[in-house]
């Protein structure tokens, strides 16, 4: 008898340690291409878990999926814009910031951010400076500066790049740059201001070839357009392919000086999650610098983590926009949330901007 019981207690114990094994597992809801396979293998064998990933290609996919009650995800990747409304959603749950001891390492001007003060949901992981990039050799040719706005909506430099211009198919993005240009704080803008960025829109747009939020990284690395308004991230790509494929040019991505907008993609933990202490140890373990800095390699992405710097590629320790000095990311600023009645306006006038010639 005795013996069965030590059988049965044997065959117990062997059962309940073969079901550990799997419900060690993190799952993350994340961006595409995000995450190199190496970060995902270097935080496994360090948590001693196993990582499964699922995909969404914007924040709306992802805002929607949650809101309808999908179940199953520890964490998820946000972008500053959309936090608010899950916070008010209860998406998310908060932070415990005694698991994040890497919090020290993210650099002050990206702490205790409008959309989620204190950091109480949120911890950012990735930015994208909304800006321009270029053909550096043409511009050369043409004498024209790309550090200011005029190089999107001046008609006198325009002249020269008719036909070589595009622009992000984004109402949000194309007025906060036309405020911008005109010297007005996109998240202060009044109605007037409003007119103001759409009648320079509206002179601006004859000379551009297109609204473009996916062809311009390609157009732009083969050499079709010259100059585009769009994210640092998408301009660092193009300029990998053009020097990966040898063109005799090269694309450049500078910060512009009259201010720009700065995208934030934040690392956040779902209400629903199962495995909270997992998603607070991915989140400390991409505070590191060394591993931070292996997402700026990746994709070319600014970086929070003040001790990734260090860790950053040669050539990219010394990139304007990707590693900026504290003066230069002073002029960037996270846009706020807009109010229905803000939206709506911004609706009808960029219906403006599209039927105009």
Request: proline content about 5%; aromatic content about 10%; hydrophobic content about 40%.
């Amino acid at each position: 008898m005795k013996k069965l019981q030590k059988l049965m207690l044997a065959l117990g114990l062997s059962t309940s340690l073969a079901y550990a094994g799997p419900n060690d597992v993190l799952h993350i809801y994340n961006w595409s291409g995000s995450l190199s396979d190496n970060i995902v293998k270097q935080f496994e064998q360090s948590c001693g878990c196993k990582v499964v990933q699922d995909y969404y290609g914007d924040n709306e996919e992802m805002l929607a999926k949650l809101a309808a009650g999908a179940k199953g995800y520890d964490m998820v990747f946000p972008s500053s814009f959309v936090v608010q409304a899950m916070t008010k959603q209860k998406l998310l749950q908060p932070l415990d910031h005694r698991q994040i001891p890497n919090l020290k390492n993210v650099a002050p001007a990206y702490l205790s951010p409008s959309y989620d003060p204190g950091n109480r949901y949120t911890i950012p992981t990735v930015l994208s400076l909304t800006s321009v990039g270029y053909n550096v050799e043409k511009l050369q040719q043409l004498g024209i500066d790309p550090t200011s706005w005029s190089v999107i909506f001046d008609p006198k430099v325009l002249q020269k790049l008719k036909g070589k211009v595009t622009v992000l198919d984004s109402s949000r993005e194309v007025f906060a740059a036309a405020l911008f240009y005109l010297g007005k704080d996109p998240n202060k803008a009044t109605e007037a201001d409003m007119r103001a960025a759409r009648d320079v829109i509206k002179r601006a747009k004859p000379y551009w070839a297109a609204f473009s939020n996916a062809s311009y990284l390609k157009q732009l690395a083969i050499g079709n357009i010259w100059v585009a308004l769009g994210y640092s991230t998408e301009f660092f790509q193009a300029s990998e392919d053009a020097r990966l494929s040898k063109r005799r040019f090269h694309i450049g991505n500078v910060s512009q000086r009259e201010g720009n907008e700065l995208g934030v993609d934040t690392m956040a933990i779902t209400a629903s999650a199962k495995r909270p202490d997992l998603a607070h140890q991915f989140i400390n373990f991409m505070l590191d610098g060394k591993h931070a800095a292996q997402l700026t390699n990746l994709n070319g992405a600014t970086n929070p983590v003040s001790t990734a710097g260090a860790f950053f590629r040669a050539d990219l320790k010394a990139h304007p926009v990707i590693n900026p000095t504290p003066e230069q990311a002073g002029k960037w600023t996270v846009l706020r949330e807009l109010t229905p009645a803000e939206r709506r306006v911004l609706a009808r006038m960029w219906t403006e901007v599209k039927v105009s010639r």
